[in-house]
């Protein structure tokens, strides 16, 4: 899984951070062809687009990858918790159609208190997590589905077999 990282502080200019992400990701395509691994391109939220990734949408992902013209090679991660705001998702989970490569699923809770690190557990917040899993499924998807629960606040403090029964109640819900 690659995150492509946000902006320098000495660079502002998304598009020509946007344009070096995609010459870096042919430089990646022929080291994963020799090493004969696949790369998934997740994009985030754009609340962490000046920090952590460029590619904020589902949308940006799949231009880029239209781009590369490297199905083989490179594909998607769909994250709920980083895509599930993103009006055309149905459409562009479709889109991306092999190119699905991961799926992590936890919940945007109502009032998170931290963007990265406050995730819910699926169930717990704002994500129709089936609604989505339906699309993977009718896009082609046949891989797992990672619970990705980043919960500083709230899931990492709890006993390991109280977060994991959680997880099994809750995946296929």
Known sequence: VVITGGLSPENKDLISQRQMVLEELEHLIAIAESSKIKIALEPLHPMVCGLRSVISSLA???????K???DD???IAVDTYALWWEAKLKEEIHRAGNRLLNF???????ETRDVRLDRGMPGDGQINNPLIRTWMREAGYKGP???EILSSLDWWLKPPETVV???CERVNY
């Not at 940006?60 to 239209?66: H, P, S, Y």
């Not at 992590?104 to 109502?110: A, Q």
Request: proline letters at 0%.
């Open 73 to 75: 090679i490179i594909g």
């Open 104 to 110: 992590h699923v936890s919940d945007w809770l109502l």
């Open 165 to 167: 029964r959680t997880i």
């Open 68 to 70: 590369l013209n490297r």
């Open 145 to 147: 589905v990672e619970i």
């Open 60 to 66: 940006e992902a799949n231009d880029l990858l239209d």
